[in-house]
């Protein structure tokens, strides 16, 4: 069972940045997508971001501007990170890391981002 160990949540004031870091055994050749989801309380998980192995990138329309997802690989670890910059309240979620291979996908546990003064 590979697990994804994400880390970076918190609480920041309207404004503020944040980074938060996916980290997996896995070999980057191995995978399709990698990407950050969220969820408020009440509501859907939803994409917030996702990059390709070959680094095409995707934005919720919410977020553009704002969130950069990049990625990086080293002995077979790869690691997905999301720089969230300008938060503001509605920003507020638990954040998953999600990484998909063919035939499955894994999930990080969530890490709490809280915008608030």
């Known amino acids: 069972q590979v697990q994804l160990v994400e880390s970076g949540g918190g609480l920041v004031q309207p404004g503020g940045s944040l980074r938060l870091s996916c980290a997996a055994p896995?070999?980057?050749?191995?995978?399709?997508?990698m990407g950050w989801y969220r969820q408020a309380p009440g509501k859907q998980r939803d994409l917030v971001a996702t990059?390709?192995?070959?680094?095409?990138?995707?934005?919720k329309d919410s977020v553009k501007g704002r969130f950069t997802i990049s990625r990086d690989n080293y002995q077979n670890t790869v690691t997905v990170s999301l720089q969230m910059n300008t938060l503001k309240p509605e920003d507020t979620a638990v954040y998953y890391c999600?990484?998909?291979?063919?035939?499955?996908?894994?999930w990080g546990q969530g890490t709490q981002v809280t915008v608030s003064s």
């Open positions: 999600h990484i998909v291979v063919p035939g499955r996908d894994y």
């Open positions: 896995i070999s980057i050749s191995t995978i399709n997508t």
């Open positions: 990059i390709t192995r070959g680094g095409s990138t995707y934005y």
